[in-house]
């Protein structure tokens, strides 16, 4: 998702933080759509290049201590730069981003691995519970 501008934005990052300057105005984050339910990557705009600078699931949130630009091809499968709403991607792409923000931050590794480890958590219990809704329905 874009969170605004790089320079009006990146010291004021903080963990929950859900606004971003804009010009002249502080504006709300939108809401992700409920169709995202993994890694929620938050990227700010500089020069025209686009940089994560966090990560975030349910109430886990990693600041990266050095932003990584986002490449569209290999980020985004295939050259398509995302506008002002959320730009899905599928968890291979996600693998990838991940794999060059560690490789920037190796410091946040743990923070990462744990933000990750969430995720997997969340929807190895939601496929759980689909299984056993599903057979006692027969």
Do not use: C
């Not at 502080?26 to 995202?36: F, K, Q, S």
């Not at 968890?91 to 990838?96: C, F, G, K, P």
């Not at 219990?125 to 027969?138: D, I, K, N």
């Amino acid at each position: 998702m874009h969170q605004g501008g790089y320079d009006a934005n990146v010291r004021q990052l903080a963990p929950g933080r859900r606004t971003y300057v804009d010009g002249s105005e502080v504006r709300d984050l939108p809401a992700w759509p409920p169709a995202i339910d993994g890694i929620r990557f938050g990227v700010l705009e500089r020069r025209g290049r686009l940089l994560v600078v966090r990560l975030a699931f349910a109430d886990q949130e990693v600041l990266l201590h050095r932003p990584v630009g986002l490449d569209p091809v290999r980020h985004l499968g295939g050259g398509r730069r995302p506008g002002p709403d959320v730009a899905p991607i599928g968890d291979r792409l996600a693998e990838y981003l991940i794999d060059d923000l560690l490789a920037a931050n190796p410091a946040q590794k743990n923070a990462v691995a744990l933000l990750v480890n969430r995720v997997n958590q969340v929807r190895r219990a939601s496929r759980e519970a689909a299984a056993r809704s599903g057979s006692q329905g027969e």
